[in-house]
């Protein structure tokens, strides 16, 4: 499984994240690591992620997928988002 950001940022007018959000927890194993920014576990690349994705967006939103090494660093985070990320991200 690889472990990717998935950042968004919708656009008014009809700034609806709902879909987008019920998309993004049916991955299973997600966490909710800042406001437009999840943390999702899957077998999927980086493409088909975002290619899922936009079906859920509107034209003028932005989206970024970026998948996530074992490098990483935090502050600020949940400790629960801290704890999925020790987790879920091969060290």
């Not at 690889?2 to 998309?23: C, E, M, Q, W």
């Not at 400790?79 to 987790?87: H, I, Q, V």
């Given at each position: 499984?690889?472990?990717?950001?998935?950042?968004?940022?919708?656009?008014?007018?009809?700034?609806?994240?709902?879909?987008?959000?019920?998309?993004?927890?049916?991955?299973?194993?997600?966490?909710?690591?800042?406001?437009?920014?999840?943390?999702?576990?899957?077998?999927k690349n980086a493409g088909q992620v975002?290619?899922?994705?936009?079906?859920?967006?509107?034209?003028?939103?932005?989206?970024?997928?970026?998948?996530?090494?074992?490098?990483?660093?935090?502050?600020?985070?949940?400790?629960?988002?801290?704890?999925?990320?020790?987790?879920?991200?091969?060290?």
């Amino acid at each position: 499984m690889t472990v990717f950001v998935v950042s968004y940022d919708l656009s008014a007018p009809g700034r609806n994240y709902d879909d987008l959000i019920k998309h993004l927890k049916a991955y299973g194993t997600y966490s909710h690591a800042l406001e437009s920014t999840w943390l999702i576990s899957t077998d999927k690349n980086a493409g088909q992620v975002r290619d899922d994705a936009k079906k859920f967006i509107d034209s003028n939103d932005k989206l970024l997928v970026v998948k996530v090494g074992t490098n990483w660093g935090s502050v600020g985070l949940r400790d629960a988002t801290n704890d999925w990320l020790r987790k879920n991200v091969a060290s």
